[in-house]
C-alpha cells in the first residue's frame, strides 16, 4: 500500500508538470509576476530538482504568454481592430507551436504507460523548446510593447530570421511566410484591380485625395471627365514608415505605378461598359506567379522584383496605347509645345502688344480675368480654330510677395494648364511646374526682343526725319544694336539649337517606344535638358541673363517717344551701356568657362554666334591685360 501510495504521488507529481508546461498551476506550481515557478512551501524537493522543475516551468509561462496572444487574435473574442498581419503571425504562431503541443502529449502517454519516469525525461523531451520558445516570445513582446502592426510586422520578424539555431530560423521563417501570404493578397488586388484590400490601414501603399490645379476630377462611380477647373481626383502614394526594411524603394514605386496604371483604366468606359486593364491570360500569369512566391518557404526579392517587373511591362505597353493611340500624346506634347514654349509665335507677338500696357503695372484684383479677356481676344485675331485647345489653357496673376515689392503684371504671370484624362498620369504638377518656369523664361525672352525692334522702328522713324539728331543719339541706337545682337542670338539658340533639336529627339523617342515608363523618362530627359540648355539650372547665368533681359525692357522704355529724349535720358542710357557692357562680358566669360569644362556642343553654338567677330573674347583678352 505505501509503494501505491508513492507511485500515485510521483504520477501526480508528474501530472502536474505537464499541466505547468500547458500553462496551468496547481499545488506545485503557482504563477506570480515572474512567471510559474515551484511553490516555495512545497515540502520534499531537492534543490537540483527544484531548478529543473522551475525552467520546465519557464517554458509553460513562455507558452502561456503566446497562447493568449494567439487567442487575442484568432478567437472569435479578438478585436474587430485587428490587423491582417497580426491574424496572419498569431496563425503562423499557432502552427508553429503544434510541435510542442504534440510534445506534451507525448510526454503525457509516456507518464501513464510508465510512472517511475524521472523528470529528466520531460527536460529531455522538450530541449528542442527551450531556445525556441523565448524568442519567439521576443518577437511577440517586442510587438506587444511598440504596438507594431501591419508592414511593420514583416520588419520584426525579417530582423530576427538570421540565428544561429536551425529551429528558431525555421520557425520564424515559417512566420514570415504566413505572413507574406497577406502582403501577396494584397499585391494580387492592387495589381489585377488597382483597389486597397486594407481596412486597417496596414498596405504601405495608400488612396491620397487632394485638388490639383490641371487635373481632371473622377466621382466615385463614373470614368474620370474634364471639368475645366481644379478638381478632385485619387492619387496613391508609398508610405515608406510602413515599408519593409528589405523591400526596396525602387520595387515599392513600381509597385505603386501598376497599381495607378490599373486604377486609371478601371474608369475607362467604352459604351458605358467598364473596360479590362489586362486580358484573362495575363491576370492568370499573375495570379500564378504571386501563388508560387507565396509558396516559397523562404522570401526571394530577386523574384519578387522579377515578377513586379513583368507586370510593370506588361501595363506600361496598355498604358502606352492608351496615351498615343487614343489620347493622341503627341498631339498634346505639340500643344504644350505652342503654348508653354512659345511655339505659336504669332499668337504671343499679339497677346504681348494687346497686354503690354495692361501688364506693365502693378498686377490688382481685376488683373487676371482682364489678361485672360485679351489673351482671348489675340487667340481669335491670329487663328480661326476652336476653342477646344485653348479652353485648357488659362493665364494667372501670382499672389503679391510678402517682401513689399511692387511686381508689375508680367512678372506675375503665370500659365496654367488643365489635363484631360488619361494624360494627368504622365503631364503631372511636376512636370507642368516645369514647363511654366521655361514658359516664364521664353516670354520675357520674347518682350526683350519685340522691346528693340519697336525700338529700332523709333529709330528708322528718327532718322528720316531728324538728321540733326543723329550724331546726338548714336550712343544711344549702338546700345540698341548690342543688346539686340545678344538677344537676337539668344533667341535663335533657344528656339532652334536647343528647343527643335530637343523636341525631334522627343518626339523621335515617343514614336519608337511601346512602353510608357520610357516615354515618361523621355519627357523628363526633354524638360531636363531644355531647362539645363537654357541654363535656368545655373544660377549665376540665369541671374545674368534676368538683369540683361531687364536692361532691354528698360531701355525700350526709355526709347519709346522717339526724339524726345532728353539730356538725362541719355544719361541714364550711358549708365545703362556701361551696366549692359559689364554683364554681356560676365556672361560670356561664364560660359567660355563652363565650355573650357564640359565641353558641350550647345554651349559652343552660342558662343560662336555672340562671338562671331572676336568682340567678347577680345575685350576679355584686354581686361586681363590692363589687370
Given amino acids: 500500500r505505501i509503494v501505491a501510495v508513492a507511485d500515485c504521488k510521483i504520477q501526480t507529481m508528474l501530472h502536474e508538470v505537464i499541466l505547468a508546461l500547458s500553462g496551468f498551476t496547481g499545488d506545485v506550481f503557482v504563477e506570480d509576476q515572474s512567471g510559474i515557478h515551484v511553490a516555495s512551501e512545497f515540502p520534499c524537493i531537492h534543490a537540483g530538482e527544484k531548478a529543473v522543475l522551475n525552467k520546465l516551468a519557464r517554458i509553460g509561462f513562455l507558452y502561456k504568454r503566446l497562447k493568449s496572444f494567439i487567442e487575442l487574435h484568432l478567437t472569435s473574442l479578438a478585436k474587430q481592430g485587428t490587423g491582417l498581419y497580426l491574424k496572419a503571425l498569431s496563425s503562423g504562431l499557432n502552427t508553429v507551436l ?41 518577437i511577440v513582446h517586442e510587438i506587444v510593447q511598440q504596438q507594431v502592426c501591419g508592414c511593420g510586422v514583416l520588419h520584426v520578424l525579417h530582423q530576427h530570421s538570421v540565428s544561429g539555431n536551425p529551429a528558431i530560423q525555421d520557425a520564424v521563417q515559417r512566420l514570415l511566410q504566413t505572413c507574406h501570404g497577406v502582403l501577396y493578397r494584397q499585391l494580387a488586388a492592387w495589381f489585377l484591380h488597382g483597389s486597397l484590400m486594407d481596412r486597417h490601414d496596414e498596405f504601405f501603399i495608400r488612396k491620397e485625395v487632394s485638388d490639383e490645379q490641371a487635373a481632371i476630377g473622377m466621382d466615385e462611380e463614373d470614368t474620370r471627365t474634364n471639368t475645366g477647373g481644379k478638381s478632385r481626383i485619387q492619387r496613391f502614394v508609398v508610405v515608406y514608415d510602413l515599408l519593409p526594411s528589405y523591400l526596396p524603394q525602387r520595387v515599392a514605386e513600381k509597385m505603386l505605378f501598376v497599381g495607378e496604371a490599373v486604377q486609371l483604366f478601371s474608369t475607362r468606359k467604352v459604351a458605358g461598359v467598364r473596360q479590362r486593364t489586362l486580358s484573362q491570360a495575363e491576370e492568370s500569369s499573375i495570379l500564378s506567379h504571386l501563388a508560387a512566391l507565396e509558396q516559397q518557404p523562404t522570401f526571394n526579392l530577386m523574384q519578387l522584383e522579377s515578377v513586379v517587373d513583368d507586370i510593370k511591362s506588361t501595363v506600361s505597353q496598355h498604358l502606352w496605347q492608351l496615351l498615343m493611340e487614343e489620347s493622341d500624346l503627341l498631339g498634346q506634347l505639340q500643344t504644350l509645345k505652342s503654348y508653354f514654349l512659345l511655339g505659336r509665335g504669332e499668337l504671343f507677338l499679339m497677346f504681348i502688344e494687346l497686354a503690354d500696357n495692361l501688364l506693365k503695372e502693378p498686377a490688382n484684383d481685376n488683373t487676371e480675368h482682364d489678361v485672360n479677356l485679351v489673351f482671348k481676344q489675340a487667340f481669335h485675331k491670329v487663328t480661326s480654330d476652336g476653342d477646344d485647345i485653348f479652353r485648357h489653357f488659362h493665364l494667372s496673376i501670382a499672389p503679391k510677395q510678402d517682401n513689399g515689392d511692387r511686381l508689375c503684371g508680367w512678372d506675375r504671370l503665370s500659365l496654367e494648364y488643365t489635363v484631360d484624362w488619361p494624360l494627368h498620369i504622365l503631364f503631372t504638377p511636376r512636370v507642368l511646374e516645369k514647363f511654366v518656369m521655361l514658359f516664364k523664361f521664353f516670354l520675357i525672352v520674347k518682350r526683350a526682343q519685340l522691346a528693340l525692334q519697336d525700338a529700332w522702328v523709333q529709330q528708322m522713324v528718327t532718322k528720316r526725319a531728324f538728321e540733326c539728331e543723329q550724331p546726338r543719339l548714336a550712343a544711344l541706337w549702338r546700345l540698341r544694336y548690342q543688346m539686340s545682337f545678344l538677344v537676337n542670338n539668344l533667341q535663335y539658340y533657344l528656339q532652334v539649337d536647343v528647343l527643335e533639336s530637343q523636341y525631334s529627339v522627343l518626339v523621335a523617342k515617343m514614336k519608337s517606344s511601346r512602353d510608357f515608363e520610357e516615354s515618361r523618362v523621355a519627357l523628363d530627359t526633354f524638360l531636363a535638358t531644355v531647362l539645363a540648355q537654357s541654363f535656368l539650372l545655373v544660377r549665376p547665368v540665369a541671374h545674368c541673363l534676368e538683369k540683361i533681359l531687364n536692361m532691354c525692357l528698360q531701355f525700350s522704355a526709355l526709347t519709346a517717344y522717339g526724339i524726345q529724349v532728353t539730356d538725362r535720358d541719355l544719361t541714364e542710357a550711358e549708365r545703362m551701356s556701361t551696366a549692359f557692357d559689364r554683364h554681356a562680358s560676365l556672361l560670356f566669360k561664364i560660359l567660355s568657362s563652363a565650355q573650357t569644362h564640359q565641353g558641350s556642343a550647345h554651349l559652343a553654338q552660342l558662343l560662336l554666334r555672340l562671338d562671331y567677330n572676336h568682340y567678347y573674347s577680345e575685350s576679355m583678352a584686354l581686361s586681363k591685360g590692363s589687370a
Fill in 98 to 138: 503544434t510541435p510542442y503541443r504534440d510534445t506534451l502529449l507525448q510526454a503525457e502517454q509516456d507518464v501513464l504507460k510508465d510512472p517511475y519516469l524521472p523528470v529528466t525525461h520531460l527536460q529531455h523531451l522538450l530541449e528542442p523548446f527551450q531556445l525556441l520558445l523565448p524568442a519567439l516570445d521576443t
